[in-house]
């Protein structure tokens, strides 16, 4: 790339990429391959003892996968990226580093229901211990800090009913307290939001949804923001204390402000093993380069069926952060100008029956578990994804009884449109 700083379409094209030194091809290869050959014996032990970067084994590294994470990591302006198998293994390896047995973190009530029961259950054996807090107002995560929290989670735009959260709020909270502010992208891309440039200190993505795009590949990443001081407290002892496995390094000491990517690699994706495969890498990276197309295209399509939707008088309520008169509008200009994102909810007159008879009658949308899609995706959350929660969680995560959750896609919009008018027409 010629250019110093170049622009947010060209990395999303070419950062971390370049024409494959011995084959001269300019797409970046699959490296399908479980193992990488050794110069010599000193090369060997100098990869093994992180003295030397390089390529040992697929678990722990490969060159797809290095594109892709230097790709996100520019796309976010962090300073090193590390591309898992999914977006809850990278949350998984996020806490692993933080966290100690008996340690606790406090995350956003509103958030994908996956990581409400990633954290409320799955993360109880490891020890650790999740509090919540309602993300319109940064005092809730205050009260509840105490000398054993580690950190604060918020999602950027908040699964499942497209609402923004103030950001530099409640990173400034964080860091009065000497704990990172962790933030899940998903939902915004950083087309919509870099979390970095209003205080955070770590990004993760499920890559599975807007930044692959196509709904065809599972994947994550955990994005090092480079600011934060793993050294201060001492409570972070995997990065600030020596590590027995690497003849004593200190991982902060030896890699500064990349130190908290190098840990959830070296001793989070090298020890647990949720790797992501060299193919799947390929076609995110893929996906990637049309995501300031599609993330536009996503928020117009959304911004105009909502519209249409408030107008229709079958329907009781929208949520949309993009429409005037939406509670959320401001923060979302302030957030967000390029647009809303495109998952949102409403709610059909006629409650839970009403809402369930829609979307079985919808034909283009396709009624399925996942967003970020280029098809048009529709499901009620309080009958699967948020069904584990109860009937109070669900309605602070926004996923009550009478719910419907949109995630728009790239079709023509007037077809979009068309789809929901003859399903609400058999009501
Ligand atoms: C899907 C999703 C996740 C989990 O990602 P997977 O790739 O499915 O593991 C986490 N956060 C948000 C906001 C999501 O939408």
Known sequence: MPKDSPGFSTLAIHAGAQPDPTTGARTTPIYQTTSFVFNDADHAAALFGLQQFGNIYTRIMNPT???????????????????????????????????????????????????????????????????????ADPANFESQIDERTRGIFIESLANPGGTFVDIAAIAEVARRHG??????????????????????????HSLTKFMGGHGNSMGGIIVDGGTFDWSKSGNYPMLSEPRPEYAG???????????????????????????????????????????????????????????????????????????????????????????AGSVFTFGVKGGYEAGKKLVEGLQLFSHLANIGDTRSLVIHPASTTHRQLTEDQQTSAGAGPDVVRLSIGIEDAADIIADLEQSLGKL
């Not at 606790?104 to 799955?122: C, D, E, K, M, T």
Request: aromatic share 10%; charged share 15%; with cysteine.
């Open 249 to 339: 390094m200190v991982l902060h000491a030896t890699f500064g402000n990349f130190a908290f990517a190098i840990a959830c690699r070296v001793l989070g994706l090298r020890d647990f093993g949720p790797s992501i495969s060299p193919f799947n890498a390929f076609l995110l990276l893929t996906g990637i380069e049309t995501l300031p197309l599609r993330m536009q295209r996503h928020c117009d399509n959304a911004l105009a069926v909502a519209k249409w939707l408030k107008g229709n008088p079958q329907v009781a309520w929208v949520n949309y952060a993009g429409l005037e008169d939406d509670p959320n509008h401001a923060l979302q200009q302030r957030y967000s100008p390029n647009g």
């Open 179 to 204: 704990i990172p502010l962790i933030v899940d992208n998903t939902m915004a891309s950083p087309y919509l939001i870099r979390p970095l440039e209003h205080g955070a200190d770590i990004v993760v």
């Open 65 to 135: 996968q290095a594109v892709l994470e230097e790709r996100v990591a520019a796309l976010e302006g962090g300073t090193a990226a590390l591309a898992v198998a999914s977006g809850h293994a990278a949350q998984l390896l996020v806490f692993h580093t933080i966290m100690q047995p008996g340690d606790n973190f406090i995350a956003a009530r509103r958030l994908y229901g996956g990581s409400i029961n990633q954290f409320g259950h799955a993360f109880k054996n490891f020890g650790w211990q999740v509090r919540w807090a309602d993300p």
